[in-house]
């Protein structure tokens, strides 16, 4: 997952006073509660979707967009959906093409420094960031610990390389509030480099975002400003974060960075939509989505690999259950979540006179944890008939619906603020900012018993939104935040 | 730390069963008891090793044998003990100089792979490794799991590169077998090219041996046979073994290798040697110890940053406590533990005429977790002697020990070889294993108030040892292992 569906950090708050259970009346069961206990079961006698994990990360790998990894996944999955008896169809998208180059930096000069010694720092370059020049540029570095701080600090910014040593804050993620975790330190990721282009810099780093110890840096999409030069920037690991820290707090450090990262020309890529269509009224859908693209460090299983093929299992289930609902449950295979949302904006652009043919939209992007229950943009007063749903999910421990007044998922993000009510599983995230666009983002991360259970929270739920005599009432319209 | 001084898995049987408290009589106290607690609480307020090792971590970084990190590492060492009034001598010591190279490794066939695509692995060169062709080298992966799995398939090693998929086992060391679960794996490190040649392969891998998910590769030392060619040799990251390993489950898999390591020379370096003079039996000499040169992908840390300079706080703290035992007390830092062993051997030819007037032997070589006790290899009626020592400890939560009857700490193992006691502290080594020779053995690792504790453990240790009015009796002789 990236930045954008995550709102501000007040918005946690909110959503935590909604955790608890809802005590409302029940409604007279609208689906048989029989046939949501079977979906629920058959998906966890099944291993189809962690075969279609395994395929897509073992066989392919890290699929950024514009790569011929991420065609080769289109093409895979496209053969998968088909395999498993859904209507195929491929929908263009234009995504943004950036190939990762050479990265590298040394601490050239620092307090205490023996002659001809260097310190060699492990880095990831942020995806969008501009190339240094070919040989590398050389600079002091300053250690600013806020944006205020740049700002207060703004003469030494000038011409120097500007470091935000900000750490994640591993508790919040430990108390289930990674997402809030996530918002205030990737703030600086995606705005770091113009706020330090502004002050007159070089070029600028950031401390990964994420809440382990073992020198990984986590990539992840940055912004450039119109109003601001666009300088090369990347993120170091934590670790060497806070040694630039520890020298620069005992006098001048100056640093060599060279990143070499090329943008190419937007490519050609698509969404893998497959429908599996309504008995009864096949215009309306209800959406079941995760995201093919990943970051380039590694297979992308967590993010966001078991989030799709826990989509696309929940749509495989239910056909081979030969069960139809009232509405098309339709699979999205996103392209360009990371770092663009092309594909997002293509689907919205061509559906944008059939919103109301929406009843409702899921995104699972919060990796593979073990689900807890259901994140929901819906009405206050929606709540209550999601209680077929619960309970079909209380035997997983899978019961919980946190309530949000924001969007959920990325790439439904602007189905949700045209007023389709949308979900996203809500799973265990205390160590998805472990591995997070990180190289270590693999297949092992993913216990199958834990992507069962996302298959069977996904498809109970979409099951359920599409069999519905009467769908979800719709959000009131809100315009997308920036 | 590195293989030598582990033994064998059974030893570490006979070691748990001597872990409990020691019941023997108590001896008359040969040792003020109130200046072994003073030495303990001044440890305890002291931070001067952490000083040292942020010094030789953050100012000079890794220090491989015959590096100018390891020459400055030297140079660093011998003023800190000097500034703190100890006697200081350099010992001339040749040490290896292997020097790291490009590594990549691809899989460029697999079952299911798309065309066009590659799968790219992290791995790192095993220490002493040969090199591959520049252009590097293609050829087809057979992946075993064990050296009588490779017996049974050697026809299929032939001209392959021959991966060892054997998993180091955290279960041993979260239950206090560390070492234990080092040893088993470790083996394929260090004889399995050899293995792989003798069966005519063209290259080696293992499974990094280490315990954590973050697809670290661990590198380390390795060693050719005299009987089998020399063929190039690295580890991969966990992750990519189990992917290699779950591709060649389904199908042939081709690998394209890439190492380029250089042996120059072997190079002239020190141990650094400083003296706390015994008022008494000068000539008599208690060691405390731990090694200088490090693996070259990270700052070593704890692999044995934590050792060496907790060695050194030892001595300075005696010092400053103007505490002259009745022997010398002597540090060592020792260079080129981690591959070849220079400096111990260089000082065991230079005092083999003097080994009668060595008392006791310390190094530190397990990291930097929490001390609870010491692993001690003396005779069996030396235990109820070291009863002072842990009851001086005792406060601190370290009196426990462990008596061996093979040598602990690498460095020192030739002198316990001759019939001199040895000891370690015995850390809380269950992450040891998550960092030992990757490239995130960082200064973060090691906790300020463990190092404290280190510190007191082995200044009471090496002041009781030296201060003792008779020392401990001498271990049987016995031949070094082979």
Chains 1, 2 share one sequence.
Do not use: C
Not at 356 to 379: M, R
């Amino acid at each position: 997952m990236n930045l954008s569906r995550l709102g501000k950090p007040a918005a946690f708050l909110s959503a935590l006073l909604l955790t608890m259970p809802v005590l409302a009346a029940e409604p007279p069961p609208a689906v048989d509660p029989a046939v949501l206990a079977r979906v629920r079961d058959a998906a966890m006698n099944s291993d189809w979707a962690y075969q279609r994990l395994s395929d897509l990360t073992d066989r392919i790998g890290p699929r950024l967009s514009g790569s011929p990894q991420a065609e080769a996944a289109v093409v895979q999955v496209a053969a998968a959906l088909r395999s498993a008896g859904l209507q195929v169809s491929l929908q263009p998208a234009k995504v943004p093409h950036w190939v990762r180059g050479e990265e590298a930096a040394e601490l050239v000069e620092y307090p205490g420094r023996p002659d001809g010694i260097v310190q060699h720092l492990r880095l990831t370059t942020l995806g969008g960031s501009v190339a240094t020049p070919k040989a590398g540029l050389t600079a002091p570095l300053l250690v600013v610990h806020s944006f205020d701080e740049l700002k207060a600090r703004a003469a030494e910014a000038k011409n120097a390389i500007v470091l935000f040593d900000v750490a994640f804050d591993q508790d919040l993620a430990d108390n289930g509030l990674a997402g809030a975790a996530y918002v205030q330190a990737v703030e600086y990721r995606v705005k770091g480099a113009s706020a330090a282009a502004r002050a007159g810099a070089v070029a600028s780093l950031i401390r990964s975002v994420g809440g382990a110890d073992f020198r990984l840096p986590h990539t992840g999409v940055m912004h450039y400003d119109a109003d601001a030069p666009k300088i090369p920037t990347a993120a170091l690991s934590a670790e060497d974060a806070m040694l630039a820290a520890r020298l620069a707090a005992q006098g001048a450090v100056t640093m060599h960075l060279k990143l070499t990262p090329q943008t190419l020309p937007d490519a050609d890529s698509h969404n893998v939509i497959a429908d599996l269509p309504g008995r009864d009224k096949p215009d309306e859908v209800v959406i079941v989505s995760g995201h093919l693209d990943s970051w380039d460090l590694a297979q992308g299983a967590i993010d966001d690999g078991a989030g799709v093929t826990s989509a696309m299992g929940a749509a495989q289930l239910l056909k081979s259950l030969d069960l139809r609902a009232r509405r098309t449950i339709r699979v999205v295979a996103w392209m360009n979540e990371e770092n663009g949302g092309g594909g997002s904006k293509a689907y919205f652009e061509a559906n944008k006179d059939r919103l109301v043919q929406h009843a409702a939209v899921i995104e699972s992007d919060s990796g593979a944890g073990k689900p807890l229950g259901l994140q929901a943009n819906v009405t206050l007063e929606s709540v209550a008939a999601l209680h077929p749903v619960t309970e079909a999910l209380r035997s997983l421990g899978a019961a919980a619906i946190e309530r949000r007044d924001e969007a959920v998922g990325a790439d439904i993000e602007p189905l949700q603020n045209a007023g389709v009510p949308g979900f996203e599983p809500l799973l265990d995230g205390r160590s998805y900012f472990f591995y997070h666009h990180t190289a270590a983002d693999t297949l092992d991360k993913v216990k199958p018993d834990n992507l069962r259970r996302q298959v069977a929270t996904l498809a109970v739920l979409a099951y359920y939104l599409a069999e519905m005599p009467e769908p979800l009432p719709r959000l009131p319209p809100r315009k997308e935040e920036n």
